[in-house]
């Protein structure tokens, strides 16, 4: 639907994002699990939404949240 969403991303390590082949987040160091979020308005229609993780060793964490701004 069209509108306004937050868009957050957990990672440890690095982590890059992707909205319809145009990065929109980045972090893409080694570090704890650290959260990035990014607002997007969006219309109508399929997007494609692409995430690239990597892991240094240890402990690894991805998560991806996209949620509609009431």
Known sequence: DD???ALSVTS???MKI???GKQILSNWTVHEPETK???LG???GLH???IIHFDAGGFATLQFRLEPIL
């Open 18 to 20: 992707y909205l319809d």
């Open 37 to 39: 979020e990014i607002r």
């Open 42 to 44: 969006l219309t109508g």
């Open 48 to 50: 494609h939404i692409k």
């Open 3 to 5: 509108g306004n969403y």
């Open 12 to 14: 440890d390590d690095g």
